[in-house]
């Protein structure tokens, strides 16, 4: 059935249930997993009532991209040498978070995304908005949710 799975993980309890779910459904089938975090390329700064961004350079990019490394793929790498699965970390730089996770799945060739929503309804969701809704509209491959 699948043969390769992307997780996203942002080492939230709530995106380690993901994970878990991945690897479980991996183990089953025989498949590998890539884990996928996305750090945000635009920071903001809060002086009082004003707020700055500023875009990171490069080199921030790929500093921030392997620190994150270091500690949100734990679970990942943990669970999966547990259960026998290859498995692989990778962080990417972006603020469009759902068109990187649907990049990344069609980069590496993945057949089935899974991953967390906080299931935020009504106002909050709209505001907020949800990266996962974006990836299930835009998804041409089956994606998993996890909550």
Do not use: Q, W
Not at 22 to 31: C, D, K, Q, Y
Not at 99 to 114: L, P
Request: hydrophobic content about 45%.
């Amino acid at each position: 059935m699948f043969k390769h799975i992307l997780v996203t993980t942002d080492g939230t309890k709530l995106s380690a249930k993901a994970v878990k779910t991945a690897v479980g459904i991996a183990a089953r089938l025989g498949a590998r997993v890539t884990g996928l975090h996305v750090l945000p390329a635009t920071t903001y700064d809060f002086v009082g009532d004003i707020v700055t961004t500023r875009l990171l350079t490069s080199a921030e990019a790929r500093e921030r991209e392997s620190g994150a490394s270091e500690t949100v793929f734990k679970d990942l790498d943990k669970l999966a040498a547990g259960a026998g699965v290859s498995a692989v970390g990778k962080c990417v730089t972006a603020d469009d978070i759902f068109g990187s996770i649907i990049a990344a799945a069609k980069k590496n060739r993945c057949d089935c995304i899974v991953m967390a929503s906080h299931g935020r309804r009504g106002l909050a969701g709209l505001i907020i908005g949800s990266e996962t809704h974006k990836v299930l509209t835009h998804s041409t491959i089956p994606v998993l949710v996890c909550r």
